[in-house]
């Protein structure tokens, strides 16, 4: 449906007949961490995320899932080792 709240005019997916379902009905403007993220838009009340309602509970634990402008780096994989080589290796 279309918002008819906060980003007017803008597709989502948490509009009712009966309004905003969202947790206080309505949206919440992009945190500093969202900066250079290709998913905020810029409306006349502010910068808002397309794809959650309120950003700053995405980067809560760590990185947003969502966010376009973050690399992951790989983590870099350990080598199993024996115990029985390795106290053989030792001697």
């Not at 950003?55 to 899932?65: E, L, M, R």
């Amino acid at each position: 449906m279309i918002c008819t709240t906060i980003r007017q005019g803008a597709e989502c997916n948490l509009m009712t007949a009966k309004g905003c379902s969202y947790n206080g009905g309505m949206c919440y403007t992009t945190i500093d961490k969202c900066e250079g993220c290709s998913r905020k838009a810029q409306l006349e009340t502010g910068w808002y995320c397309n794809s959650h309602p309120e950003p700053a509970i995405k980067w809560k634990n760590g990185n947003c899932n969502l966010a376009t402008h973050v690399k992951e780096e790989p983590k870099a994989k350990k080598a199993k080792v024996n115990p029985i080589k390795a106290s053989k290796r030792g001697h």
